[in-house]
C-alpha cells in the first residue's frame, strides 16, 4: 500500500509558477503509476496529468498542456507538478493519486489518495 502526501501550494500571481510535490511512502511505490488532480469549489474534481510508473508516458489535460509538467523521482519516492503560466481558474485544492501500473485520467480508477494542497492564482 501506497501512502500519499502533497506540498508546496500557496498564493501566487497569475503568469507565475509553482511546483507540487507528492512524497509517496511505501515499498511498491516504484510499481505505481501517479496522477495529479484538481478540484475547484462547486467543481467536480478533474484529470491534470499522470505519469507512469516508469516515466516513459505521460499525459495532461488540454487546458494545462503546454503549461505544466509532470515528472518522478523514484529515488526520492516523489512526483512532482511543475505549474507555469498559472491562470486564476487554476485556482483549486492539488491531489496527487497512485494506481498500479496502468497511467490513466480516470479518477476512479485510482486507489490511493493524497490529502490535498491549496493553489490560489490571483488575477
Known amino acids: 500500500q501506497v501512502q500519499l502526501v502533497e506540498s508546496g501550494g500557496g498564493l501566487v500571481q497569475a503568469g507565475g509558477s509553482l511546483r507540487l510535490s507528492c512524497a509517496a511512502s511505501?515499498?511498491?511505490?516504484?510499481?505505481?503509476?501517479m496522477g495529479w488532480f484538481r478540484q475547484a469549489p462547486g467543481k467536480e474534481r478533474e484529470f491534470v496529468a499522470a505519469i507512469s510508473w516508469s516515466a516513459a508516458n505521460t499525459y495532461y489535460a488540454d487546458s494545462v498542456k503546454g503549461r505544466f509538467t509532470i515528472s518522478r523521482d523514484n529515488a526520492k519516492n516523489t512526483v512532482y507538478l511543475q505549474m507555469n503560466s498559472l491562470k486564476p481558474e487554476d485556482t483549486a485544492a492539488y491531489y496527487c493519486?497512485?494506481?498500479?501500473?496502468?497511467?490513466?485520467?480516470?479518477?476512479?480508477?485510482?486507489?490511493?489518495w493524497g490529502q490535498g494542497t491549496q493553489v490560489t492564482v490571483s488575477a
Open positions: 511505501g515499498r511498491t511505490y516504484n510499481s505505481y503509476a
Open positions: 493519486a497512485a494506481r498500479p501500473y496502468i497511467i490513466s485520467s480516470r479518477s476512479y480508477e485510482y486507489d490511493t
